[in-house]
């Protein structure tokens, strides 16, 4: 059974830092893209950035230089490092998992961790 938990969310205020984790089971993690998403009330779900299975990273334009991801292939584990967070910057934040396995695309996501960027 393939599990994604996401966990670090919370309230933070203004110009604070979270660092979001995402912790995964039931895949072989290094073979997997992986990535997080964001979701605001009201708007669609957005990507905030990846990182491949050969560690390279891209960023929506919105948190470059702000917010770093990566990965710890012994551990299972993806991270985001968000800095100088800002209101819009609230939201629930998804890991996703994809990947080809035996030729079949595959693709998992996690249940969410709230974000909220407050004063």
């Known amino acids: 059974q393939v599990q994604l938990v996401e966990s670090g969310g919370g309230l933070v205020q203004p110009g604070g830092s979270l660092r979001l984790s995402c912790a995964a089971s039931?895949?072989?993690?290094?073979?997997?893209?992986m990535g997080w998403y964001r979701q605001a009330p009201g708007k669609q779900r957005e990507l905030v950035a990846t990182?491949?299975?050969?560690?390279?990273?891209n960023y929506a334009d919105s948190v470059k230089g702000r917010f770093t991801t990566s990965r710890d292939n012994a551990e299972n584990t993806l991270y985001l490092q968000m800095n100088m967070l800002k209101p819009d910057d609230t939201a629930v934040y998804y890991c996703?998992?994809?990947?080809?396995?035996w030729g079949i695309g595959r693709n998992y996501w996690g249940q969410g961790t709230q974000v909220t960027v407050s004063s």
């Open positions: 996703n998992a994809a990947g080809t396995v």
């Open positions: 039931g895949i072989t993690f290094s073979l997997y893209n």
């Open positions: 990182i491949t299975s050969g560690r390279s990273t």
